[in-house]
């Protein structure tokens, strides 16, 4: 090989070199971006998921502190009334296990 040819060979090759790192580092910046954005909508999904559990479990409690006062009152245990002072106490108990389930999962 003529030595005229070494010095503009060894450029093309350095700046082939530069050009695939260079594309590299892109590749792996974009994959990590990626990667950060897919764990974050993970997250969410999985805020979602509890805080729909959580809403389900309020209601399963309230449901149940719904029949338990049917009997305390001395109804059957799917009544539909309460007095009043009881459904009270009963919705109030629900309405703060499912602000409490916003506040854990939002």
């Known amino acids: 090989m003529k ?3 070494i010095l503009p ?3 093309i090759v ?3 070199i530069i050009g695939l790192a ?3 580092v892109q590749n792996i910046k974009s994959t990590d971006i990626k990667r950060a ?3 974050k ?3 969410e999904i999985k805020r979602e998921e509890n805080l729909e559990a959580c809403f389900l479990q309020a ?3 309230y449901n149940s ?3 338990a006062n049917c009997k305390m009152e001395g109804k059957k245990e799917d009544c539909d009334t309460l007095k009043k002072y009881n459904a009270e106490v009963v919705e109030q108990a629900r309405k703060e296990e499912k602000d409490n389930c916003i506040k854990l999962y939002k």
């Open 3 to 5: 030595k005229e040819y």
């Open 9 to 11: 060979i060894t450029a």
């Open 14 to 16: 350095c700046c082939a």
């Open 22 to 24: 260079y594309v590299s």
């Open 37 to 39: 954005e897919l764990n």
């Open 41 to 43: 909508k993970a997250e």
């Open 59 to 61: 209601e399963l409690n």
């Open 65 to 67: 502190n719904w029949s």
